[in-house]
């Protein structure tokens, strides 16, 4: 691999490859990251146009336990405020020797536009753009459901909520089909449902309580405020009482069902906190288990 | 200069013409087909054997400069760029920067054509001001300027009101409104089809209502107001049917289609590839297959470029941020011939939706080899096969949804008013 883009074009290996990379880099605990000196004398920059805490830090961690020399740069409020293109800003980076790209953009195929005019030898990893892939996020997901589920080929997958505007579901959706996953359903009001995403490979869904009815994974997606203008939504309150993530709604799932969201979680707007903070819930492992598995991208595509 | 072209297979429509035969020409003007004029001699005999001689053709959309910019480099570089593909008559949108939505601005490309132009050019001036969508241009000074008809382009009128209004001005002044069917809220700032493409690729998508709904809306104030309307750019096949069936009540109504939308459908879109970054955006497979079966139908009068030729830079961004458009001038001889080949249209009719017929309709003349008509005529090559690439394409813009494909059919020779205009080197 030279990039790391999208789940979409991955194969089975390759995905299985990231996953068992990962796995090898966490400590006997389960849950911490040993330091290792596989990319020392590297130079990365993580260049984010939009703002992001968890996904920036977990890179900037990752970048920093593999002994890489990491940069990174908020350029939402600099250079392309004053009109430099995204393409200008690629070239004058490149021109610090930089060996690999970390790059967040708010427009769908911006981490593949970059990955066609870096220079030979460099790597870009899509860490979202737009609305299209965040594939170290579903990455992320993947590990956590096969450290808790062992095997996807009997699961029944539930991803609840917004789908249009989520690179999360998007890349989810195709690493979990190419994983094997029994069923993946998804469900969400069908003004924040894609055109055509059964063509995926999900049921789509318009009921909740049918959606997780037996699932052995959920997977809630963040509501973002802006939801409420331009009709796609009525109100915050409906939308909790109809898709939002409760206890009553979990106790349909299996038993043994665990319980996740991307992160920011908006409390009482798609999940209760009951359930964020509930025994199911494994929404902070995701995170923690974000350092190995960037660690394992970056360090694959430095062909380590 | 008295010109004859020996042996070429004349293909005229308007004339029903389809044979090999001797074309006379002098004085910019078509003298006669078969027989000489009497006292006839030759300064110049060309002969044409195997290749296909038709009337030059008419493109009823196109743009002559980069980025919208109307300078007199890119009028020169457009309009050869035209008379190498075999367009002798091209139809400048108002699009430009500045539009043209005045006397004084039309005037202005004109003279500009006028030193620098290849071709013959129209030019179809803005129906609102600035194209803002809710004033009125000038209808009555752009129609005395010259302009062949108004248009609201690629930008949406603000409300039906102003689209009423602006039928009844533009039908009392005698000008055909080119109306491009876009309902701008349910478009909502899309950039690709509404379809799977747009699902996998994250992509803001805009429905085909986006374009049935302005249609509709657009035949109830026609019935309304009485208007002569052309529908641009149509995209979707149910907007056809319901023209098709509007026609058949007897509205004064015509459609046209811009070539690629005949070959193209939003699944063969590469993963972010800018030069499939269109507007109208390439429809469905089943659009594609509807367009393609509905071509023949006489509501139909017009297949065009839709030409919009991009520096570099302006593709040089993530999808959606990039220029809409793509260079199509030389494409639209080989795709029209392409719909030959492939059993849709006959030749005759094939031939006819880039020749008289939109040249009936803008009024101008042009499309025909009638005696007597301005000697505009192409020569092409059936046989000779090409592929399109950006180093050989002679517009400024190099952008092209079909670089890389293989073509069947080349231009050879293009006559403007009795003129050689392009000769292949």
Known sequence: MQHFLTTESLTLDQLTAILDTAESFINADGLSVKKVPLLRGKTIVNLFFEASTRTRSTFELAAKRLSADILTMNIAASATVKGESLLDTLRNLEAMHVDMFVVRHQDSGAAEFLSQHTSPGISVINAGDGRHAHPTQAMLDMFTIRRHKGTFDQLKVTIVGDLLHSRVARSQIHALRTLGAKEIRVVAPRTLMPTQLEALGVDVYDNVEAALSGTDVIITLRLQKERMQGALLPSEREYFQLFGLTSERVALAAKDAIVMHPGPINRGVEISSSVADGEQSVILQQVSYGIAVRMAVMSMLAGQ | ?425
């Open chain 2, 1 to 425: 200069m008295k010109i004859e072209i020996l042996n070429s297979h004349i293909c005229d429509p308007l004339n029903d013409i389809d044979r090999v035969d001797t074309i006379y020409m002098a004085d910019a003007k078509i003298l006669s087909i078969g027989e000489p004029p009497a006292g006839w001699q030759a300064d110049q005999s060309i002969d044409a054997s195997g290749l296909y001689c038709i009337p030059g053709l008419v493109d009823i959309a196109a743009r002559l400069g980069n980025s919208g910019q109307t300078q007199q480099k890119s009028i020169s570089s457009e309009t050869h760029a035209a008379v190498s593909a075999g367009i002798t008559s091209l139809v400048c949108m108002p699009d430009s920067n500045p539009v043209i939505d005045s006397a004084a601005q039309l005037e202005y490309v004109q003279q500009h054509c006028h030193s620098s132009s290849h071709c013959h050019v129209y030019v179809i001036a803005a129906l609102t001001t600035g194209l803002k969508g809710d004033m009125l241009s000038e209808m009555a000074a752009l129609k005395q300027a010259g302009c062949v008809g108004v248009s609201n382009v690629m930008h949406p009128l603000a409300n039906n009101l102003v689209l009423r209004r602006a039928m009844e001005y533009a039908s009392g002044q005698g000008l055909t409104l080119h109306y491009q069917a876009m309902d701008p809220a349910l478009q909502a700032n899309g950039c690709i089809n509404e379809g799977l493409a747009a699902t996998r690729m994250g992509l803001i998508g805009i429905p085909n209502a986006g374009e049935t709904a302005a249609v509709g809306v657009c035949l109830a104030l026609i019935e309304h107001t009485g208007a002569r309307v052309h529908f641009a750019r149509l995209s979707t096949q149910r907007a056809v049917h319901m023209l098709e069936l509007a026609h058949s009540e007897g509205l004064n109504i015509s459609a046209d289609v811009a070539a690629h939308q005949l070959f193209l459908c939003d699944d063969d879109i590469p993963a972010f590839d800018p030069n499939f970054h269109l507007l109208p955006p390439l429809r469905s497979a089943d659009d594609l297959a509807g367009l393609r079966q509905a071509i023949s139908n006489p509501i139909f009068n017009a297949i065009c470029s839709d030409h919009q030729p991009h520096d570099a830079d302006a593709k040089l961004a993530p999808f959606a941020s990039t220029k809409i458009g793509a260079s199509a001038l030389e494409t639209l001889l080989p795709l029209v011939l392409r719909l030959v080949e492939e059993d849709l249209l006959s030749l005759q009719q094939a031939i006819a939706l880039v020749t008289y017929k939109p040249a009936q309709m803008l009024n101008i003349d042009a499309g025909s080899l009638t005696p007597g008509a301005t000697a505009d005529l192409c020569l092409f090559d059936p046989k000779q096969e090409w592929t399109l690439q950006a180093s050989d394409m002679h517009s400024r813009g190099k952008h092209s949804p079909f670089l890389g494909q293989r073509f069947k059919g080349k231009v050879k020779h293009t006559f403007v008013s009795g003129k050689l205009a392009y000769s292949e080197s």
